[in-house]
């Protein structure tokens, strides 16, 4: 199994809809970022988390760091087309370099 | 202009042939990293450098070789390539600022060995 674990894997929506998306670590996590990736393209930059209990939001997507620091959410309020594509944690375990979750695959229902 | 290029986007190679994935940034970072992604796997490291004259291996090193020319170009190759090392490949920068380190991604190169 992984170190990062992402759920679900794959997530089919209705447009206008909510959704969550959930990476969880066996580890304490040091810093966690979210990122998405179009098809096609590269990961683009979306959001970082510290400190437990930490919230942050861009637009319509919300990311939170739970108290004990082992798993974090993405919620996404109202989907639209443009929020399709993978989404991707990635940890910080204080090396200096960031361990990936699989990814979870969104596709939005017109 | 994006800020971080690969070149190729895709290329089509036969096993035991000699491969570079070349990357540039104008981003002006010191740390770049090489990662593949499998379905399924998420990416995993290949190597990262922080500097010019800085080269780690990361998770999954064998088989690959990388070269960091400048601050801003971070090459790698696939001495002998084998149909297993077909995935996607991303170069990435970062430059860390306390304790943020985002790392900017490439558009990835899609390598298929046959």
């Known amino acids: 199994s992984q170190e990062l674990e992402q759920s679900p894997q794959s997530l089919i929506v209705q447009e206008g809809k909510n959704l969550t998306i959930n990476c969880t670590s066996s580890k304490t996590l040091y810093g966690l970022y979210w990122y998405k990736q179009k098809y096609g393209e590269g990961l683009i930059f979306l959001m970082m988390?510290?400190?437990g209990g930490e919230e942050k939001s861009h637009e319509k997507i919300t990311a939170k760091l739970d108290e004990k620091k082992q798993q974090s959410s993405l919620h996404i309020t109202a989907s639209q087309p443009s929020h399709a594509g993978i989404y991707l944690c990635g940890a910080d375990r204080g090396n200096y370099q960031l361990i990936w979750g699989a990814g979870t695959k969104l596709i939005i229902k017109p | 202009d994006a800020d971080v290029t690969q070149t190729p986007r895709n290329r089509i190679t036969k096993t035991g042939k000699r491969i570079m994935l070349e990357c540039s940034q104008t981003?002006?970072?010191?740390?770049m990293y090489w990662y593949r992604q499998d379905p399924g796997l998420g990416l995993r490291l290949i190597y990262y450098?922080?500097?010019?004259?800085?080269?780690n291996k990361g998770e999954i090193s064998d088989g690959y070789s990388v070269s960091r020319q400048a601050q801003a170009k971070f090459s790698l190759s696939l001495e002998s390539a084998i149909p297993n090392q077909t995935a996607l490949y991303f170069c990435?920068?970062?430059?860390?600022?306390?304790?943020?380190?985002?790392?900017?991604f490439g558009p990835g190169t899609r390598l298929t060995v046959l």
């Open positions: 990435a920068t970062s430059d860390p600022t306390g304790a943020l380190d985002t790392q900017y």
């Open positions: 450098s922080f500097d010019v004259k800085d080269i």
């Open positions: 988390l510290q400190k």
């Open positions: 981003k002006g970072h010191d740390r």
